[in-house]
Each structure stands twice: as structure tokens, then as C-alpha cells.
């Protein structure tokens, strides 16, 4: 996967989308940047950027993905993965449903998805190094770029929806205490029921992490 790494730029998801609508980049392709100024969070919130924390966005194409993932869990996909490798480092980070890192009761990034034509564009930020009041960082040290790097490599090989949805399934109990939020209503995870695609039953409404 082409990687791009950049000093600084507004947004990582941002600029790639535009290069990808101006055909100036195509999937597979990862955009990184060493600090970032107007980074989107979940829900339409700012993502702060402190430098030494992780600012990437990339876009994979449909077809590459398994086939088994239901296009709407995708953000639980691409999470699930970073969440992977980070644990493979020795990081006790987990993954609140859908697409929020957490460290204990702290959130330390998240994930925010969307699709482009053909392409699934993934943006990822973690406090590696720093964090604002309320959040943590990671419980390892490893550079930005390092990072981006191994992640990039996990879409070499990538594993099944099934293979992910194993380990996940386990996870997700971890989410009870939490809540989540749909149509901006705030919906309490503790009585929901995780379906095989990764959507949920919560209060009788099946909600996807792709919305």
C-alpha cells in the first residue's frame, strides 16, 4: 500500500477524499501527517491534533475486502485490525463498540468510515504521546509513522469478517457500561444483542456502525 506522509495538513480524510474525486490517488492508499490541524471526529466533533499523536486516513477498495463483511460493520473491520496490531505490541487497548479505542474507561481514538465511489475511506486518530482533558493515551510507545506502517501491512493478508467477528464477539462486553448514539439519541449498550454482521438490537432497533 502507497503510503503519504505529510509535515502537517488540515485533514487526513479530507485531502485524501479529494484525491481520490481527482483521481490524483487510487486504492490501495494510506495518507499520514505528523500533525493535524482540522481533524473530524464521530458525529461531525473535531478531532484534536497534538503532534506525535496518530492522524491517518486511507482508502480500500470494495472488492478487496472479504467478502463476508457486510459493508455497513466496515468501521468494526478497519478498528478491530489497528486494534490487532496495537495488541500484538502489548497494548491492553480494546475496541467499544463501534469504532472508539479505549484504554480501561478512557477513549484514546477512534475510527470514522465513509464510502467513495468504490472505495471504503477509513480515517484513524490515537493519542499516542497526548491527550486532552477527559481522554488517555496509549499504554506503549511507538512512532506515527512506525504505526502506520505495520497497519498498512495488515491489508497485505487481510482476514475474514468471520475471523474478526470470533474475537469481537468476546470483546464486546466490554461495551456494556457504555453508551452509543443513534439519529442523536443516546443509547445504552448494556442490554444489546451483537447480530453475526456486527450490527445490534438495542431497544428493538438494529443499528450498523456505518451511518
Known amino acids: 500500500m502507497e503510503i503519504r506522509w505529510f509535515e502537517s495538513l488540515g485533514s487526513t480524510q479530507v485531502y485524501l477524499v479529494e484525491e481520490l474525486k481527482a483521481g490524483r490517488a487510487a486504492a490501495p492508499v494510506c495518507v499520514g501527517a505528523s500533525f493535524q490541524s482540522d481533524g473530524s471526529g464521530s458525529r461531525g466533533n473535531r478531532w484534536i491534533g497534538e503532534k506525535g499523536n496518530l492522524f491517518i486516513s486511507l482508502a480500500v477498495a470494495r472488492a478487496q475486502l472479504?467478502?463476508?463483511?457486510?459493508?455497513?460493520?466496515?468501521?468494526?473491520?478497519?478498528?478491530?485490525?489497528?486494534?490487532?496490531?496495537?495488541?500484538?505490541?502489548?497494548?491492553?487497548?480494546?475496541?467499544?463498540?463501534?469504532?472508539?479505542?479505549?484504554?480501561?474507561?478512557?477513549?484514546?481514538?477512534?475510527?470514522?468510515?465513509n464510502i467513495v465511489g468504490e472505495d471504503i475511506v477509513c480515517g484513524i486518530g490515537m493519542n499516542l504521546v497526548s491527550a486532552p482533558e477527559g481522554f488517555g493515551t496509549i499504554d506503549i510507545t511507538v512512532l506515527p509513522y512506525n504505526l502506520t506502517k505495520?497497519?498498512?501491512?495488515?491489508?497485505?493478508?487481510?482476514?475474514?469478517?468471520?475471523?474478526?467477528?470470533?474475537k469481537y464477539q468476546l470483546e464486546f462486553e466490554n461495551s456494556r457500561a457504555f453508551f452509543t448514539h443513534q439519529n442523536d439519541q443516546k443509547i445504552s449498550l448494556a442490554r444489546a444483542v451483537m447480530q453475526e454482521d456486527g450490527s445490534l438490537i438495542c431497544d428493538g432497533q438494529r443499528i450498523f456502525s456505518l451511518r
Open 66 to 113: 472479504p467478502s463476508d463483511l457486510k459493508i455497513e460493520s466496515a468501521s468494526i473491520y478497519m478498528a478491530f485490525l489497528m486494534k490487532e496490531v496495537l495488541a500484538g505490541m502489548g497494548s491492553g487497548v480494546w475496541l467499544k463498540w463501534p469504532n472508539d479505542f479505549y484504554l480501561d474507561r478512557h477513549k484514546i481514538g477512534g475510527v470514522i468510515t
Open 150 to 166: 505495520m497497519y498498512c501491512e495488515m491489508f497485505e493478508n487481510l482476514p475474514s469478517w468471520k475471523q474478526i467477528f470470533s
